[in-house]
């Protein structure tokens, strides 16, 4: 960032960054009256189990769609929500639409399924987080084993005891915890080795190369290898096709998911393509 202090501690801004913090000022109005709005939604990515080939979960992806805006994908959203604290709001959102959805699922197809929610650090913070789930696992009659919280290496920046603190609890409730985009960040294996996690979900930069890079299926096979050896369920992410599918499955990943099987839908696509039992084989 190019922003320059004088002494004073004033700040001056050049037009480029007043039109960033306009628009930034922009969408965080927009978006403090987007769930009244109803302008929120939940898209669904399945998760693929290597050994059957089975949908065995689906990742949760919340949607955005704004009539000024259009289609605002959470990569440009998330980070306000985080700054403005209004992640905490649609973070409720989130876990009370995807928990109810599973509930609804679980009772009319009757089978044993998953989700994995996105958290963000911001989350983590507040005091009633632990609380709210496990009410809401409650009203749902959902085992805390049929969630599963994805967290970012960012949980851990700030207050990593409290962090610990809160993926201890989430732990003793049965809820499953994964490490999202694995091999991006900095010190990743100590988060493995000091926090109760249950999987991790290497990175699709590491997947995207596989056909072209040595390094790539290097990096991938020793990630595997050592979740396999942690005995840590290993996700890939960001599968595209069937070679990168073929890799990882025989390098021993658990699970993966990506556009090769499908992008995130929603509720009724997912249950039309996925849920309701059909005799087609996925592949
Ligand atoms: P993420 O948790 O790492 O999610 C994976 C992203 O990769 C998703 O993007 C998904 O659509 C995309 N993806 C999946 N398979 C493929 C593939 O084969 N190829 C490619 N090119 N992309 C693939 P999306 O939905 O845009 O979400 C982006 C990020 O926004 C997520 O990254 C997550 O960090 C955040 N996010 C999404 N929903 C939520 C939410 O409900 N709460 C929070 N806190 N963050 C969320
Ligand atoms: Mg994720
Ligand atoms: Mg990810
Ligand atoms: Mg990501």
């Given at each position: 960032h190019?922003e ?5 501690g004033y700040k001056?801004?050049?037009?480029k960054?007043?039109?960033?913090l306009?628009?930034?000022i922009q ?6 009256g987007a769930l009244s709005?109803d302008?929120l939604s939940?898209?669904?990515q399945?998760?693929?189990d290597?050994?059957?080939q089975n949908?065995?979960g689906?990742?949760v992806?919340?949607?955005?769609y704004?009539?000024t805006?259009g289609?605002?994908?959470?990569v440009?959203f998330?980070e ?6 209004q992640i905490?709001e649609?973070?409720?959102f ?10 609804y699922w679980r009772?009319?197809y009757?089978?044993?399924?998953y989700?994995a929610i ?6 983590l ?5 632990i609380d709210k ?7 749902y009659k ?7 919280i994805e967290?970012t290496e960012?949980a851990f920046i700030?207050?990593?005891?409290h962090?610990?603190e809160?993926?201890n609890?989430l732990h003793?409730?049965?809820?499953r915890?994964?490490l ?7 010190s990743?294996?100590s988060?493995?080795?000091?926090y ?6 290497i990175d699709?930069?590491f997947i995207r190369?596989?056909?072209t ?7 991938v096979?020793?990630i595997i290898a ?7 369920s ?14 990882v499955?025989k390098q021993?990943a658990n ?8 992008k995130?839908v929603?509720a ?6 996925y849920?309701?039992?059909?005799m087609?084989?996925?592949?």
């Open positions: 190019c320059i202090s004088n002494n004073n001056f801004f050049n037009p960054m007043e039109s960033e306009s628009n930034r969408m965080e109005s927009l978006l403090r709005r302008e939940l898209n669904y399945p998760f693929v290597t050994q059957s949908v065995i689906a990742e992806l919340i949607r955005w704004n009539p805006l289609q605002v994908s959470p440009d998330i306000n929500a985080e700054q403005s604290g905490i649609i973070g409720y989130v876990l009370r639409n995807a928990l109810k959805q599973l509930a009772e009319l009757n089978r044993d399924f989700l996105n958290i963000s650090p911001v989350q913070k507040d005091s009633y987080l789930i496990v009410q809401l696992l409650e009203l959902i085992p805390g084993n049929l969630l599963e967290l960012n700030h207050d990593a005891t962090a610990q809160i993926l609890k003793h409730h049965g809820i915890l994964s999202d985009d694995f091999g991006t960040g900095y990743s294996l988060y493995l080795q000091n109760p996690f249950n999987s991790v979900k699709r930069s190369n596989l056909e890079s040595e390094q790539s299926r290097q990096l096979n020793t050592m979740a396999n050896n942690l005995q840590l290993l996700v890939a992410e960001g599968v595209e096709n069937q070679f990168q599918a073929d890799f499955a021993g699970i993966w998911q990506g556009y090769h099987l499908g995130p929603d009724n696509d997912f249950a039309q393509q849920l309701i039992p059909s087609t084989p996925l592949f």
